[in-house]
């Protein structure tokens, strides 16, 4: 499995060096911001990183479905003792460490900075844990979202197809707003996209 999931990194390098710029330039402004007199609660940035981030793991699962059909990574994969089932496994768990690579040092950088600068009460770090979670979710939805539709047949239909369902699904979420009832569904939906993912890769010709 840990050799999938090396070759699933390799394969995606690109995306996982843009990955790290990206990280890098959210903190770097952050800091920036702060050291230039403003508050940590008001940097608005968030939504706007969160937004492009989401967009970002749309295109990373597009990326892999799409790579795999066009080198039939798989095809050649499976000559040897590897079953479809781990390849799948190790494809969403990189993407899920991908994910986690951005908003884990993102949200310790928030919290670092709420901690030196911001008012001293704790339910503002409680708010940006939540935020977290959050945004990790809607990520990891959108990661789906192009997982199950990169695996389609048709290359462009399946890209815009799977953008356009991006762009819809954020609006929905951020409407609802940080609730328990909001991350069910979420959850929910990613749910729902594995198990479809997971019956269109085991079924379709390689």
Excluded at 186 to 191: E, R
């Amino acid at each position: 499995m840990l050799t999938l999931i090396k070759r699933e990194i390799e394969d995606a390098i690109v995306l996982v060096l843009g990955a790290v710029i990206f990280t890098a330039i959210v903190i770097a402004v952050w800091v920036s911001c702060v050291y230039r007199g403003m508050s940590v609660l008001d940097i608005g940035s968030w939504p706007t990183a969160a937004f492009i981030f989401t967009i970002i793991c749309c295109v990373m699962g597009i990326w892999q479905m799409r790579t795999d059909r066009t080198k039939k990574i798989s095809s050649f994969l499976l000559t040897l003792p590897v079953t479809r089932r781990r390849i799948l496994i190790a494809r969403i768990i990189t993407g899920f460490l991908v994910i986690l690579l951005v908003l884990v040092p993102i949200t310790i950088t928030a919290l670092v900075l709420l901690q030196r600068f911001g008012p001293p009460i704790p339910l503002y770090k409680d708010f940006f844990l939540d935020i977290f979670v959050a945004t990790f979710l809607m990520s990891f939805a959108c990661y789906c979202i192009g997982l199950h539709n990169g695996w389609s047949s048709g290359k462009i239909a399946s890209t815009l197809g799977s953008l356009l369902l991006t762009l819809i699904f954020l609006p929905l979420v951020i409407i609802k707003g940080i609730s328990p009832q909001a991350l069910v569904i979420v959850s929910l939906f990613i749910a729902a996209l594995l198990i479809r993912t997971w019956q269109k890769f085991m079924t379709t010709s390689l």
